[in-house]
């Protein structure tokens, strides 16, 4: 069986997939997608309710919650689409241009 | 045992004994028969397939490459526009080393609309990555279906079994049936390593490819494709030992001492072989060579079988609008090409949208040959052959 984690951009051909096909789930948890991000979500804490809303329309499961209250964003992961701005009722989340985390 | 089919009851027939787990069912014609056949197995319990009727011949490959992807062993049958429904999907299916069997009843491309055969819908598909196998007869639609399946699970490519609209799906022969334990015994069962219902390992099908990976898999996916040669071979072999029928990469009729030589596909092998017996007995020394196999191409073999040819007949019947002749014929000068000595070669482009050819036809295809044998003038390279044109009597 061949492993995700022995794949890379310098495995020869014969030790690849014959599909490119993974044979193991979650892994794309290990792969930094935050680069992509040109536009950055700020959680601003004080102003957030907890109320959860923004959670389930991260389309990248980029908002972790820990015993009932969000965290800040999974940067890793966040692309910046912004939808957790629009739709957070309290102004708890600011989106500032560029990728960079501030 | 012995009995009377079309080539489309011959094809469904082989499903039934073969019992494949899933059908994606869509009709066109001329392959329509092929899941209607099918579809009363089902109805009458003789197999237990989940036979999935779809919206088109799009979802019927995506039902087959979904439930080859899940472990089970998955068939289709389509013809000329439903394979160009197809494109995108076939793609997918050789590319993520699903080894689909997809009978292909040829049949010619729209427009002009046309419902008779020629090999333009196969031809446009010929580098899709799928093993492509064709059949001359009802016989060879039959046997040719058994053994595609141990072919293209073995080196994992999907794999178009052919036949000839018409010609070879409709017209009724008589044709020698295994024993379906016998076939059972034969094409196995589908045993892939991994599959998305194997619960201990999930597994991700067609992921993105990045550039880093995919010129990769391009390679790894030509390599199948170099060793499905071999593995044709290899089963046809074992596939004599329960017929008693050989077959090779080509069919070689006549070719021991052949001068003048057609290279063809499909049914009209036939009427070639026909033309050839009777030329034969006239003193000329013609040959035939059928290709079975299109994808992998036999080069090399097909190479050595022209070797002591003097001028040789490539005959397309699919156009391939290269404006440098058709798609046989690309294939068969670049065989050759290697060879220190080289037959006279020409293209003739015959019998598209069910254009009849006949034996006579055959005899002229040898006149032009004997000329070009005799006088070392090959005139036009890539022409046509059966339409009209100004200036020739009717």
């Keep these: 069986m061949i492993h995700a984690k022995d794949i890379n951009e310098h495995t020869p051909y014969e030790e690849l997939t014959p599909g490119g096909e993974i044979y193991e789930p979650?892994?794309?948890?290990?792969?930094?997608?935050?680069?992509?991000?040109t536009d950055t979500p700020l959680f601003i804490a004080d102003a957030c309710k907890h109320c959860m809303l923004c959670v389930p329309f991260c389309p990248d499961i980029a908002i972790p919650v820990k015993d009932g209250k969000r965290l800040d964003f999974d940067y890793m992961h966040c692309k910046g689409c912004g939808i957790c701005e629009n739709v957070c009722p309290f102004s708890a989340i600011k989106m500032v241009s560029g990728g960079a985390v501030v | 045992m012995s009995i009377c089919f079309s080539g489309n009851e011959a094809v469904a027939y082989a499903m039934k004994q073969i019992n494949p787990d899933v059908m994606g069912a869509f009709p066109i014609t001329p392959s329509t028969e092929i899941p209607e056949y099918f579809a009363k197995y089902v109805a009458n319990g003789e197999v237990n397939?989940?036979?999935?009727?779809?919206?088109?011949?799009?979802?019927?490959?995506?039902?087959?490459?979904?439930?080859?992807?899940?472990?089970?062993?998955?068939?289709?049958?389509?013809?000329?526009?439903?394979?160009?429904?197809?494109?995108?999907l076939l793609y997918v299916a050789a590319s993520s080393?699903?080894?689909?069997?997809l009978a292909c009843v040829n049949r010619a491309l729209s427009g002009p609309i046309n419902i008779n055969n020629d090999h333009s819908d196969s031809m446009g598909a010929r580098d899709a990555g799928w093993i492509q196998i064709y059949a001359e007869n009802n016989q060879e639609a039959y046997d040719n279906f058994i053994m595609a399946m141990p072919v293209g699970e073995n080196v994992r490519l999907p794999v178009m079994t052919c036949m000839d609209g018409f010609i070879t799906s409709h017209a009724v022969e008589n044709i020698e049936l295994l024993e379906t334990d016998v076939v059972r015994k034969f094409v196995g069962e589908y045993k892939p390593e991994n599959y998305l219902l194997k619960k201990e390992n999930p597994?991700?099908?067609?992921?993105?490819?990045?550039?880093?990976?995919y010129m990769e898999h391009k390679v790894m996916q030509a390599q199948a494709?170099?060793?499905?040669k071999a593995r044709i071979l290899e089963v046809a072999a074992q596939f004599e030992k329960i017929s008693g029928r050989h077959y090779g990469l080509l069919d070689e009729y006549r070719m021991e001492d052949a001068e003048?030589?057609?290279?063809?596909?499909?049914?009209?092998?036939?009427?070639?072989?026909?033309?050839?017996?009777?030329?034969?007995?006239?003193?000329?020394?013609?040959?035939?060579?059928?290709?079975?196999?299109?994808?992998?191409f036999p080069g090399e073999e097909l190479a050595k079988a022209l070797s002591n040819t003097k001028a040789v007949a490539v005959?397309?019947?699919?156009?391939?609008?290269?404006?440098?002749?058709?798609?046989?014929?690309?294939?068969?000068?670049?065989?050759?090409?290697?060879?220190?000595?080289?037959?006279?070669?020409?293209?003739?482009?015959?019998g598209l949208g069910g254009r009849d050819f006949k034996v006579e036809d055959v005899e002229k295809v040898f006149g032009r040959l004997k000329n070009i044998a005799a006088t070392g003038e090959i005139g036009p390279v890539y022409t046509h052959f059966g339409h009209r044109q100004r200036g020739e009597q009717a």
């Design chain 1, 26 to 37: 979650g892994t794309a948890r290990g792969f930094n997608t935050g680069t992509w991000r």
């Design chain 2, 260 to 296: 003048l030589a057609l290279v063809l596909i499909g049914s009209s092998a036939g009427t070639a072989k026909a033309a050839i017996d009777k030329l034969r007995e006239e003193g000329v020394k013609a040959g035939l060579i059928k290709v079975r196999v299109f994808r992998p």
């Design chain 2, 225 to 228: 494709m170099k060793m499905a």
């Design chain 2, 49 to 88: 397939t989940e036979y999935v009727t779809v919206e088109s011949e799009h979802s019927s490959m995506s039902v087959c490459i979904a439930a080859e992807a899940a472990g089970a062993r998955a068939v289709s049958a389509t013809s000329s526009c439903g394979l160009a429904l197809m494109y995108e």
């Design chain 2, 315 to 350: 005959m397309d019947k699919s156009e391939g609008f290269s404006a440098n002749g058709g798609p046989l014929f690309a294939e068969t000068r670049n065989a050759l090409f290697d060879q220190k000595e080289r037959p006279y070669l020409i293209d003739i482009v015959y």
């Design chain 2, 203 to 213: 597994l991700a099908v067609g992921p993105y490819d990045i550039s880093a990976y």
């Design chain 2, 97 to 101: 080393r699903l080894p689909i069997t």
